[in-house]
Protein backbone atom coordinates (compact mmCIF):
# COMPACT_ATOMS: atom_id res chain seq x y z
CA UNK A 1 0.00 0.00 0.00
CA UNK A 2 2.87 2.52 1.01
CA UNK A 3 5.06 1.96 -2.11
CA UNK A 4 1.33 2.50 -4.37
CA UNK A 5 1.42 5.98 -2.52
CA UNK A 6 4.61 6.45 -3.41
CA UNK A 7 4.18 5.65 -6.99
CA UNK A 8 1.14 8.01 -7.13
CA UNK A 9 3.21 10.66 -5.55
CA UNK A 10 5.39 10.33 -8.01
CA UNK A 11 3.62 10.28 -11.00
CA UNK A 12 1.77 13.34 -9.83
CA UNK A 13 4.80 15.12 -9.20
CA UNK A 14 6.25 14.03 -13.14
CA UNK A 15 3.05 15.60 -14.41
CA UNK A 16 3.63 18.69 -12.18
CA UNK A 17 7.31 18.93 -13.55
CA UNK A 18 6.09 18.32 -17.11
CA UNK A 19 4.40 21.29 -17.02
CA UNK A 20 6.36 23.41 -15.76
CA UNK A 21 8.86 22.58 -18.02
CA UNK A 22 6.27 23.01 -21.07
CA UNK A 23 5.85 26.68 -19.64
CA UNK A 24 9.71 27.26 -19.19
CA UNK A 25 10.59 25.66 -22.55
CA UNK A 26 7.74 27.44 -24.95
CA UNK A 27 9.08 30.06 -26.26
CA UNK A 28 12.07 28.53 -27.13
CA UNK A 29 10.57 25.79 -28.57
CA UNK A 30 7.78 27.75 -30.01
CA UNK A 31 10.71 29.73 -31.99
CA UNK A 32 13.33 27.07 -32.87
CA UNK A 33 13.76 26.95 -36.34
CA UNK A 34 15.89 24.23 -37.82
CA UNK A 35 17.72 26.09 -40.37
CA UNK A 36 20.49 28.07 -38.22
CA UNK A 37 23.25 27.14 -35.48
CA UNK A 38 21.55 29.91 -33.74
CA UNK A 39 19.21 27.82 -32.43
CA UNK A 40 20.64 25.04 -31.12
CA UNK A 41 23.06 27.75 -28.95
CA UNK A 42 19.75 29.37 -28.03
CA UNK A 43 18.50 25.92 -26.74
CA UNK A 44 21.37 25.10 -25.21
CA UNK A 45 22.04 28.47 -23.27
CA UNK A 46 18.34 27.96 -21.72
CA UNK A 47 18.92 24.65 -20.86
CA UNK A 48 22.20 26.03 -18.92
CA UNK A 49 20.90 28.89 -17.80
CA UNK A 50 18.16 26.82 -15.70
CA UNK A 51 20.84 24.14 -14.71
CA UNK A 52 22.69 27.33 -13.43
CA UNK A 53 20.11 28.52 -11.65
CA UNK A 54 19.46 24.85 -9.98
CA UNK A 55 23.04 24.81 -8.58
CA UNK A 56 22.83 28.17 -7.51
CA UNK A 57 19.62 27.27 -5.54
CA UNK A 58 18.67 25.36 -2.13
CA UNK A 59 17.72 22.71 -4.07
CA UNK A 60 20.96 21.46 -4.68
CA UNK A 61 22.61 18.37 -3.06
CA UNK A 62 25.99 18.54 -3.57
CA UNK A 63 28.80 20.25 -1.61
CA UNK A 64 30.24 20.90 -5.66
CA UNK A 65 27.03 23.01 -6.30
CA UNK A 66 29.38 26.47 -6.54
CA UNK A 67 32.07 25.04 -8.38
CA UNK A 68 29.28 23.10 -10.88
CA UNK A 69 27.53 26.60 -11.06
CA UNK A 70 30.28 28.26 -12.38
CA UNK A 71 31.30 25.90 -15.46
CA UNK A 72 27.91 25.79 -16.10
CA UNK A 73 27.69 29.64 -16.47
CA UNK A 74 31.03 29.66 -18.49
CA UNK A 75 29.45 27.45 -20.91
CA UNK A 76 26.35 29.28 -20.80
CA UNK A 77 28.12 32.57 -22.00
CA UNK A 78 30.23 31.56 -24.94
CA UNK A 79 26.60 29.90 -25.85
CA UNK A 80 25.45 33.56 -25.53
CA UNK A 81 28.63 34.77 -27.43
CA UNK A 82 28.30 32.10 -30.31
CA UNK A 83 24.55 32.75 -30.28
CA UNK A 84 24.61 36.03 -31.04
CA UNK A 85 27.53 35.86 -33.40
CA UNK A 86 29.27 39.58 -32.73
CA UNK A 87 32.87 38.34 -33.95
CA UNK A 88 32.63 40.44 -37.16
CA UNK A 89 31.47 43.34 -35.46
CA UNK A 90 34.06 43.24 -32.73
CA UNK A 91 36.63 42.98 -34.77
CA UNK A 92 36.01 45.74 -37.33
CA UNK A 93 36.48 47.95 -34.12
CA UNK A 94 39.78 48.75 -35.10
CA UNK A 95 38.93 48.87 -38.63
CA UNK A 96 36.24 51.48 -37.80
CA UNK A 97 37.94 54.04 -35.69
CA UNK A 98 41.03 54.00 -38.85
CA UNK A 99 38.91 54.71 -41.73
CA UNK A 100 35.24 55.39 -40.16
CA UNK A 101 32.47 54.02 -42.08
CA UNK A 102 34.00 52.75 -45.41
CA UNK A 103 32.20 51.70 -48.45
CA UNK A 104 34.45 48.62 -50.17
CA UNK A 105 32.68 48.27 -53.05
CA UNK A 106 30.76 50.48 -55.51
CA UNK A 107 28.69 49.28 -58.73
CA UNK A 108 29.53 50.02 -62.08
CA UNK A 109 27.21 48.41 -64.57
CA UNK A 110 26.44 45.01 -63.03
CA UNK A 111 29.64 44.49 -61.69
CA UNK A 112 30.74 45.18 -58.02
CA UNK A 113 34.63 46.64 -57.80
CA UNK A 114 36.84 47.82 -55.04
CA UNK A 115 35.83 51.05 -53.64
CA UNK A 116 39.07 51.47 -51.56
CA UNK A 117 42.82 50.99 -51.59
CA UNK A 118 44.58 47.92 -51.05
CA UNK A 119 45.71 48.40 -47.84
CA UNK A 120 42.44 49.54 -46.48
CA UNK A 121 40.87 46.10 -48.55
CA UNK A 122 43.88 43.45 -46.53
CA UNK A 123 43.07 45.28 -43.19
CA UNK A 124 38.85 44.55 -43.67
CA UNK A 125 39.99 41.17 -44.76
CA UNK A 126 42.64 40.85 -41.19
CA UNK A 127 39.29 41.85 -39.56
CA UNK A 128 37.10 39.30 -41.06
CA UNK A 129 39.74 36.43 -40.27
CA UNK A 130 40.61 37.55 -36.64
CA UNK A 131 36.34 37.63 -36.29
CA UNK A 132 36.46 33.63 -37.79
CA UNK A 133 39.43 32.61 -35.68
CA UNK A 134 37.59 34.34 -32.48
CA UNK A 135 34.18 32.31 -33.58
CA UNK A 136 36.34 29.40 -33.79
CA UNK A 137 38.12 29.54 -30.23
CA UNK A 138 34.82 29.56 -28.72
CA UNK A 139 33.55 26.92 -30.17
CA UNK A 140 37.02 25.07 -29.32
CA UNK A 141 36.36 26.42 -26.05
CA UNK A 142 32.70 25.35 -25.18
CA UNK A 143 33.30 21.91 -26.87
CA UNK A 144 36.35 21.54 -25.01
CA UNK A 145 34.15 22.78 -21.47
CA UNK A 146 31.70 20.29 -22.49
CA UNK A 147 33.84 17.60 -22.83
CA UNK A 148 35.46 17.81 -19.26
CA UNK A 149 33.00 18.36 -17.30
CA UNK A 150 28.98 17.40 -18.38
CA UNK A 151 29.23 14.38 -16.90
CA UNK A 152 29.46 16.57 -13.69
CA UNK A 153 26.56 18.26 -14.47
CA UNK A 154 24.42 16.61 -12.26
CA UNK A 155 23.07 16.66 -8.30
Known sequence: MLYR???IKSKIFGIKDGISNLIKWFNIIYNDR????YY?????Y????NMEKFFNS??????????IAEQIKEVKLLCKRLMEDNYLSEALKSFEEKYGEVN??????????HNVDDET?????ECGELANKNREN???MLFELLRLNIDNFWD
Open 5 to 7: IRE
Open 104 to 113: LFKSVGNKLI
Open 58 to 67: DKAWTSKSEG
Open 46 to 49: KKFD
Open 40 to 44: IYSLW
Open 121 to 125: LLMYR
Open 138 to 140: DKD
Open 34 to 37: DWDH
